[in-house]
């Protein structure tokens, strides 16, 4: 069994509201997580299905077979923030901290076979006005 760690940095998400979504996806095997998450009413569930979309195709890359992976560890942590300000009566001010999550979901799967096979290059057909070029010669 192979781990594969994938991040997604600085989602406009607060960590508070990911988490809601993360503690649904843990432990599931990648497709049946791929399958929940459009299912989840959160803004968050769409960033968490960008990500595993993406460490999917990084596990793939790694010669992972895709059908036998599964959500080792999810959690999302606390990025940077916007500092804002809103003014308030009496001419007073509050801050507002608009924040941000970074995501890491670790993938565990076995090598396979079925995952993807080195390209091959086409070989190229000549085209009428190359044949034609070679008949007059």
């Known amino acids: ?7 997604t940095r600085s989602i406009r998400v607060a960590p508070r ?11 599931l095997p990648a497709k049946d997580a791929m399958a929940l998450l459009p299912l989840i009413p ?23 077979n895709p059908d036998t ?6 959690y999302a942590d606390e990025g940077t923030a916007l ?6 009566s009496r001419g007073r ?10 995501l890491t979901i670790v993938l565990k799967g076995e ?6 096979a080195p ?4 070989q190229a057909t000549p085209t009428e006005d190359a044949q034609v070029a070679e008949e007059e010669k």
Do not use: C, F, P, W
């Not at 069994?1 to 991040?7: D, G, L, N």
């Not at 001010?93 to 970074?102: D, E, F, L, P, R």
């Open 83 to 88: 500092k804002r300000i809103i003014s308030r």
């Open 1 to 7: 069994m192979i781990e594969i760690q994938h991040t």
């Open 119 to 122: 390209k091959r290059r086409v």
């Open 17 to 27: 509201k990911m988490r809601l979504v993360v503690d649904k996806v843990r432990h």
């Open 111 to 116: 090598e396979g076979s079925s995952a993807r």
């Open 69 to 74: 992976l599964v959500i080792q560890r999810i």
């Open 42 to 64: 959160k803004r968050g569930a769409i960033h968490i299905q960008k990500s595993l979309k993406a460490a999917i195709e990084a596990a793939k890359d790694k010669n992972l």
């Open 93 to 102: 001010a509050t801050g507002i901290m608009k924040k941000y999550s970074h």
